[in-house]
């Protein structure tokens, strides 16, 4: 059973930085496309980041690029999300999830983390 378990959020001051985790476990993370999704209060999930595999090419969403890098470490089967200058825009529930396709869009991963909450304060 494939199993995604996210870590790392919090409360953060306007500015700050955050690193989330994501363990991928019952799945080779190696042969997984991986991404992170967030879900802001009464709105829909949005595409954050993606990583791809085997050489780790990626794609952001504008409005954190620049801010935000996602990496992997296959032999500690993660995949994190470094959030740099964080705004409280960036308020929501974040989500990792996992695929086999290089896609941005959430119905193409098969795989969904629990999230974790991250708050931005003003």
């Known amino acids: 059973q494939v199993q995604l378990v996210e870590s790392g959020g919090g409360l953060v001051q306007t500015g700050g930085s955050l690193r989330l985790s994501c363990v991928v476990s019952?799945?080779?993370?190696?042969?997984?496309?991986v991404g992170w999704f967030r879900q802001p209060a009464d709105r829909e999930r949005e595409f954050v980041a993606v990583?791809?595999?085997?050489?780790?090419?990626?794609e952001y969403i504008e409005s954190v690029k620049g801010r935000f890098t996602i990496s992997r470490e296959n032999a500690k089967a993660s995949v994190y999300l470094t959030m740099n200058n964080l705004k409280p825009e960036d308020t929501a529930v974040y989500y990792c999830?996992?695929?086999?396709?290089?896609?941005?869009?959430?119905?193409?991963?098969?795989?969904w983390g629990q999230g974790t909450q991250v708050t931005v304060s003003s």
């Open positions: 999830a996992a695929g086999t396709q290089f896609k941005t869009t959430a119905a193409e991963f098969d795989y």
């Open positions: 990583i791809d595999r085997p050489f780790g090419r990626t």
């Open positions: 019952g799945r080779t993370l190696s042969s997984s496309v």
